[in-house]
């Protein structure tokens, strides 16, 4: 059996499906996978090989002229078997069949009619359509009929750290950045910064009802920009909320240490709902279609207004079952991330 795979990532180090055919390959030592990619991949097991696509191509235009010149000849002249690709571009190859590997939703939102119907045709040209998670399923099978019998589910692990933390490790991080207190965490990124007024006064909501010391403690993903907090320096609770720029050496222990986190961002910060997952941190999250269907009931589901949010803040502060139940449920929803089962079902896919 030979499979070949093109492999496209801007880090490709994190490419999902890079790490399942590594897998495949420790498991499969009768296999021969060859990868096609514009960057060199380093330790490749014994049974895998590299052709790296020179001269690289510098867009989606030039790789559609390598997918449709150069691969089907290097296909041919190794035998492949099965190619799987990662770039939403179809190939057709005698005797090669052909599998889409789908990790995000950017080419169901391409914007290049051109590239709207090459997509279009790789989806049903493809033996396979491999996706790894619920939510780009739904998404593909809405727009495209005929699929939801082709298309499977693979869930990796998500790329956490996974660092422990002690008690004392977290504890010590609450006195270095909110006095000793718990808090409330509510990353701010491109797509949650609109909500900033929605969170402050749900915190503002809580703390009249529940005389608290707790904080808000605001995780911006660049510089702090208090532009986003309009005549902050008014706000009744200022003291109590702390503003903190996202970095490497606090990513984990900021999230690991929260008391709750917030979640009203959108589907490409997902992997941060994951984290306080593993940490065992309820999670609030905004009631959409997207996250229903993503997280199902691992949740506590809160429409983006005052006093919705701040109800769901106070549940989580005063009843320590409903908490308990949010990480109890969070921790079951995880368990369905597995690389290796995921991997085993992808060579099972292929060789079937």
């Known amino acids: 059996m030979t499979i070949g795979a093109h492999i496209t990532s801007d880090n490709i180090e994190q490419n999902k499906l890079l790490e399942a055919l590594m897998q495949v390959a420790h498991n499969n030592t009768d296999t021969k996978i060859i990868f096609f990619a514009e960057k ?9 090989v590299q052709t790296t696509i020179t001269p690289q191509p510098k867009n989606k235009l030039l ?18 078997d099965a190619f799987i690709g990662n770039s939403g571009l179809p190939i057709s190859v005698l005797n090669t069949k052909s599998f889409l590997f789908l990790n995000n939703m950017q080419f169901l939102k391409e914007n290049k009619l051109f590239f709207k119907k090459q997509f279009s045709t790789a989806v ?16 593909l099978n809405n727009k ?12 990796f692990n998500v790329n956490l750290g996974k660092a422990q933390f002690t008690f004392s490790e977290k504890e010590a991080f609450k006195e270095t950045n909110t006095e000793g207190f718990d808090y409330y965490l509510f990353p701010v990124n491109a797509t949650s910064a609109q909500h900033l007024l929605v969170v402050l006064k749900a915190f503002s909501q809580l703390k009249k009802w529940q005389k608290t010391a707790i904080k808000l403690l605001l995780l911006f993903e660049n510089e702090i920009d208090e532009n986003l907090l309009p ?19 606090n990513n984990e222990i900021v999230t690991a240490a929260a ?16 984290a306080a997952f593993f940490y065992n941190v309820p999670v609030i999250a905004a009631k959409t279609t997207a996250n229903e269907l993503f997280f199902t009931t691992a949740v506590a589901y809160t429409a983006t207004t005052v006093a919705d949010l701040a109800l769901q803040m ?15 449920l969070a921790s079951s929803y995880l368990e369905k991330y597995d690389s290796n089962k995921a991997s085993k079902k992808l060579y099972e896919f292929v060789t079937n």
Do not use: R
């Open 40 to 48: 060199v991949i380093a330790d490749l097991p014994s049974n895998c």
């Open 63 to 80: 790789l559609y002229y390598w997918y449709n010149y150069k691969l089907p000849k290097l296909l041919t002249a190794n035998n492949v």
């Open 124 to 139: 049903s040209t493809s033996y396979k359509i491999l996706v790894t998670d619920d939510l780009i399923a739904d998404a």
């Open 144 to 155: 495209f009929e005929n699929t939801a019998a082709k298309t499977e589910k693979l869930y």
């Open 231 to 249: 005549d902050f320096k008014n706000y009744k609770y200022k003291n109590d909320v702390v503003l903190l720029k996202q970095t490497t050496e």
């Open 259 to 274: 008391f709750s986190f917030i979640f009203l961002a959108d589907y490409y910060t997902f992997d941060s709902v994951h």
């Open 314 to 328: 106070q549940l989580i502060y005063k009843n320590e079952t409903y908490k308990n139940s949010l990480t109890h």
